[in-house]
Nanobody, 123 residues
Framework: QVQLVESGGGLVQAGGSLRLSCAAS????????MGWFRQAPGKEREFVTAITWSGRSTYYASSVKGRFTISRDNAKNTVLLQMNSLKPEDTAVYYC????????????????WGQGTQVTVSS
């Protein structure tokens, strides 16, 4: 069992930055590939980015590539999402998830989820 807790969301103006944090606890939390997803009102949950357990490989949705950066510190069991040049369309609840298998950009491949943190970008 892995527990995930996100933090760092908030309200920011367009062009600003936020850093989200995901604290993982539980059995072998650092052995999991991790991902961030987001869900805007009335829309399906969508993939944002993922990182392998070692941190050596990362994956990004085209909509955030070049603006967002995922990283992890396995010693602290923490995954970070640095979000720069934020746009109003980035407004959503952001979820951290631990991957069990399948493709990185598919929610079905993740079996542990956090409760989410709200990110609101004003224009």
């Amino acid at each position: 069992q892995v527990q995930l807790v996100e933090s760092g969301g908030g309200l920011v103006q367009a062009g600003g930055s936020l850093r989200l944090s995901c604290a993982a606890s539980g059995r072998s939390a650092s052995n999991y590939d991790m991902g961030w997803f987001r869900q805007a009102p009335g829309k399906e949950r969508e993939f944002v980015t993922a990182i392998t357990w070692s941190g050596r490989s990362t994956y990004y949705a085209s909509s955030v590539k070049g603006r967002f950066t995922i990283s992890r510190d396995n010693a602290k069991n923490t995954v970070l999402l640095q979000m720069n040049s934020l746009k109003p369309e980035d407004t959503a609840v952001y979820y951290c998830a631990a991957r069990s298998g399948g493709t990185y950009n598919n929610t079905a491949g993740y079996n542990y989820w956090g409760q989410g943190t709200q990110v609101t970008v004003s224009s």
